[in-house]
């Protein structure tokens, strides 16, 4: 395929995420987890500039261990670019230069926004002009969280967590984020659910491989209310991140006697996620968590998914 060479790079950014409800159920025979999931995209962003270049690299900044972050295929936005280019019939390559804010093996989804945001920076790099719906497809195959940072705002995930509905959510939520230095393994945190369950002698169908997202937590969405949505957050592989680090149970904990609404792991964790009724107890959490030695970040939802910045 011929591909129009266009401007000299391009800069996108992509959003990191909150499951604000995350329901898991059994496991299919590839390995992932049948989900019901409430997705929403918070203003905590990963930056991807892409520049032309006859192979692939990446450099990485923004992270305090270098070693933390793989630059080779093992990197999704590696694995993002190079399947764009074969898609696309593209015979070079792009250099990727990642500004990463998003905590690494966090439980926000850093690493897929590191992939929608290669996507879509390469897609215009390369005037290779998929329509989203191909971009949604290619995400997809990347990785379960991928589709979604490409999407944004607050949506419903189903299947692995892949397949996206929009959900109406209206306002502003504000969220204080605890990160953790030491990152947890989402594959092992869902080991560590599956083995809690047999030992509780799960039968082989239940949990069931499809569910569906409690009709209070879209509504408490619906109303913008935060007090209202503090009473449906949840998230099924809690109890599993903090069987790995007991101590995430204190931090909620804290934040909650700090004024916080409520606190859940995000994701596999082990970031802690405190919904907070308006931007000034936010503040007021974050500096209760400070006195016991807890740095955290002020973010807010929901906001857009990836987006070129020029
Ligand atoms: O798709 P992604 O690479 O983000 O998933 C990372 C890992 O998380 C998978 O290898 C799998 O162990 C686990 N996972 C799962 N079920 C899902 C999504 C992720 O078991 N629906």
New binding site residues.
């Given amino acids: 395929m011929n591909v129009a060479r266009t401007a000299e790079s391009v800069h996108v950014r992509a959003p990191g995420k909150i499951n604000v409800y995350l329901g898991?159920g059994g496991?299919?025979d590839d390995?992932?987890?049948?989900?019901a999931t409430v997705f929403q995209a918070v203003s905590l962003y990963e930056d991807v500039i892409a520049r032309h270049a006859d192979d692939f690299s990446i450099t990485v900044s923004g992270v305090e261990d270098p070693d933390s972050v793989p630059l080779d295929d093992r990197n999704?936005a590696m694995r993002a670019a190079k399947l764009l280019a074969s898609a696309a019939g593209y015979d070079r390559g792009v250099a990727l230069e990642i500004r990463k804010s998003v905590p690494v093996a966090g439980g926000m989804?850093g690493?897929?926004a590191d992939a929608a945001a290669a996507l879509v920076a390469c897609d215009a790099l390369w005037g290779t002009g998929f329509s989203t719906a191909r971009l949604h497809e290619l995400a997809a195959r990347?990785?379960?969280?991928?589709p979604f940072a490409l999407h944004g705002g607050t949506a419903v995930g189903t299947?692995?967590?892949?397949q996206l509905n929009p959900a109406l959510a209206r306002g502003r939520f504000d969220w204080v984020l605890v990160p953790n230095e030491l990152g947890l393994s989402?594959?092992v945190?869902?080991?560590r659910l599956d083995a809690l369950r047999e030992e509780r002698g799960a039968l082989a169908d239940d949990p069931p491989l499809s569910l569906d997202v409690p009709i209070p937590v879209l509504q408490a969405l619906r109303s913008g209310d935060p007090e209202l949505l503090s009473e449906s957050i949840y998230n099924d592989l809690q109890e599993a991140a903090l069987h790995e680090r007991p101590e995430l149970e204190t931090t909620i904990l804290r934040g909650i006697h700090a004024g916080a609404l409520q606190g859940i792991v995000s994701g596999?964790g082990p970031t802690i996620a405190l919904l907070c009724g308006d931007p000034e107890s936010a503040q007021q959490v974050q500096s209760e968590l400070r006195v016991h030695g807890l740095e955290s970040l002020h973010v807010h939802g929901p906001v857009p998914g990836a987006r070129v910045i020029s």
């Fill in positions: 898991v496991r299919h390995g992932y987890h049948a989900l999704l989804g690493g897929s990347l990785g379960a969280d991928v299947g692995r967590g892949d989402t594959p945190v869902y080991g596999s």
